[in-house]
């Protein structure tokens, strides 16, 4: 991992520190519950890494539906946050959250089901990508499934941003089965694009 990509780890622990993340008050797009309404219905057992889960609202989604999760996030003090929540809404025996990195998953080889990214992969720079990609590929299983939220070409002042074309280009191991863009113009802090997708090798 590269010292640029330390920094903006560094620079949102510093946010969660401060309190300052805006991120969290992007409304819950109608996709999530779809796509974990599938997995409680087709993947009941599923076990569910929630990678780059900041304060763990995502993962407290899936647990609440009887899915089992892992979260992690590499700030501490959003994980804190992550598991005081999940000791107060009573889920701790279904969410385990941790500091982590994403790119150095500590896992075992296909171990998951599924996984959410829900605004992770556009922060990680393209010199690390092919790293992000061979831990997501090691830690799930050949018939498994992702949740993904990234920027779109309308958030205004983010560098990654994409298209579905480019996520269709990246994400090559995967197949899109669904597809939804936020409603434009957006009152939350950014445009979001959002994907499930399922492996295919």
């Excluded at 989604?61 to 992690?72: F, S």
């Excluded at 501490?76 to 990195?101: M, P, Y």
């Excluded at 080889?109 to 996984?115: G, K, L, N, V």
């Excluded at 560098?159 to 009152?187: C, G, H, M, W």
Aim: hydrophobic share 35%; proline share 5%; charged share 30%.
């Amino acid at each position: 991992m590269t010292n640029r990509q330390r920094d903006i780890s560094k620079r949102f622990e510093e946010r969660y520190q401060q309190d300052d993340t805006p991120w969290t008050r992007h409304p819950p797009e109608p996709m999530v519950d779809r796509f974990l309404a599938f997995l409680q219905d087709e993947k009941p057992d599923a076990r569910v890494l929630d990678i780059g889960c900041g304060d763990g609202w995502l993962s407290l989604k899936a647990a609440e539906r009887g899915l089992e999760v892992w979260g992690i996030d590499s700030s501490k003090t959003a994980i804190e946050r992550a598991r005081r929540e999940s000791q107060r809404r009573g889920l701790s025996d279904r969410v385990e959250f941790s500091v982590g990195n994403a790119l150095e998953l500590a896992y075992e080889d296909d171990f998951f089901d599924a996984m959410l990214d829900r605004g992770l992969f556009h922060h990680i720079l393209p010199e690390n990508r092919s790293l992000y990609f061979d831990n997501i590929l090691r830690v799930l299983k050949p018939r498994s499934y992702i949740y993904l939220s990234v920027f779109s070409t309308r958030s205004v002042g983010e560098k990654n941003q994409f298209t579905r074309q480019d996520i269709e280009e990246l994400y090559t191991s995967f197949r899109i089965v669904a597809y939804e863009e936020d409603p434009y113009p957006t009152s939350a802090p950014a445009h979001l694009l959002h994907f499930i997708m399922e492996r295919v090798r």
